[in-house]
């Protein structure tokens, strides 16, 4: 059975930081695409963030130069770090895992900023 499991999220002020985090079981993880997507009340889900089995990486323009995204491949997890936080970035943050054959995701870590 497999899972993404995310954690980290929360309440954070405005120019705040946070470092969400998934682990993933169930999948052998090395081979695995994994990405960080939001949902937004009202709108659809984006990509935050994406890194590949190889460890190349891609970001929205909206986080770009305020996140890092990283794996680490001996603890199934791949953590998205999140720097000078606005209000926008409110939104349920979604953990995907994608191989050539199978796409899975997590239940979602809401993260609100906010003052």
């Known amino acids: 059975q497999v899972q993404l499991v995310e954690s980290g999220g929360g309440l954070v002020q405005p120019g705040g930081s946070l470092r969400l985090s998934c682990t993933a079981s169930?999948?052998?993880?090395?081979?695995?695409?994994m990405g960080w997507y939001r949902q937004a009340p009202g709108k659809q889900r984006e990509l935050v963030a994406a890194?590949?089995?190889?460890?190349?990486?891609n970001y929205a323009d909206s986080v770009k130069g305020r996140s890092t995204i990283s794996r680490d491949n001996a603890k199934n997890t791949v953590y998205l770090q999140m720097n000078s936080l606005k209000p926008e970035d409110t939104a349920v943050y979604y953990c995907?895992?994608?191989?050539?054959?199978?796409?899975?995701w997590g239940q979602g870590t809401q993260v609100t900023v906010s003052s």
């Open positions: 995907n895992a994608q191989s050539v054959r199978n796409d899975y």
């Open positions: 169930g999948i052998i993880f090395r081979f695995y695409a």
């Open positions: 890194i590949t089995s190889g460890g190349s990486t």
